[in-house]
């Protein structure tokens, strides 16, 4: 990933020295830059990796999946505060990931404790396992899960 972004840098610096200008421009650099993206795109395979700003992308992904999971939970949390009556049932589960390494594991609990609702009390010593508390087990469980599902998967994207 390195040797892809730095020849899409030498690229762009290439196309601003080789262009016919009298002065240095960024505009030059960055539509350099964005030749670059091409040529590096087009001979990725050559590589052996995945295209570097792929990661770019499954990261914004993770970001809008995190953002889409945030409000549907904090509605859920709103509901169940203007009711009139308390009528939930908090508790504990064991939720097994697919995950591994620490960075995976951390980004998993940290997100799903930054959702309202959840927290994650221990991560198993051997990170493949969380146990966590849900303000409505009975209610949100399946959603939670659904949305554990859904952060495990972007989380691979980025990582691997």
Same mark, same amino acid.
């Given at each position: @990933?390195?040797?892809? $972004?730095l020849?899409? +840098?030498?690229?762009?610096? #290439?196309? =601003? #020295?080789? !262009?016919? /200008?009298?002065?240095l421009s960024?505009?030059?650099f960055?539509?350099?830059y964005?030749?670059g993206?091409?040529i590096?795109?087009? @001979?990725? &395979?050559?590589f052996?990796e995945? $295209? %570097?700003?792929?990661?770019?992308? !499954?990261?914004?992904?993770?970001l809008?999946?995190?953002?889409?999971e #945030?409000?549907?939970s904090?509605?859920?949390v709103?509901?169940?505060?203007? &009711?009139?009556?308390?009528? $939930?049932?908090?508790?504990?589960?064991? %939720? /097994?990931?697919?995950?591994?390494g620490?960075?995976e =594991?951390?980004?998993l609990?940290? #997100?799903?404790?930054?959702?309202?609702?959840? +927290?994650?009390?221990?991560? =198993?010593?051997?990170g493949?396992?969380? %146990?966590?508390h849900? @303000?409505?087990?009975d209610?949100?469980?399946?959603a939670?899960?659904?949305?554990?599902k &859904?952060? /495990?998967?972007?989380? @691979? /994207?980025v990582?691997?």
């Amino acid at each position: @990933m390195p040797a892809q $972004f730095l020849i899409n +840098v030498f690229i762009a610096l #290439l196309w =601003t #020295l080789i !262009s016919d /200008e009298d002065e240095l421009s960024f505009t030059t650099f960055v539509a350099g830059y964005l030749v670059g993206i091409v040529i590096v795109f087009l @001979m990725h &395979r050559f590589f052996g990796e995945r $295209f %570097y700003l792929s990661r770019f992308f !499954s990261l914004i992904k993770l970001l809008l999946i995190f953002n889409r999971e #945030l409000i549907l939970s904090a509605k859920v949390v709103l509901g169940h505060i203007i &009711r009139p009556k308390i009528k $939930f049932k908090p508790g504990l589960f064991k %939720y /097994e990931t697919a995950l591994r390494g620490d960075w995976e =594991t951390t980004a998993l609990a940290l #997100l799903v404790m930054l959702t309202p609702g959840s +927290v994650v009390v221990e991560v =198993t010593q051997k990170g493949d396992a969380f %146990y966590i508390h849900a @303000m409505d087990v009975d209610q949100s469980k399946n959603a939670l899960l659904r949305s554990l599902k &859904r952060f /495990e998967k972007a989380i @691979m /994207e980025v990582t691997r």
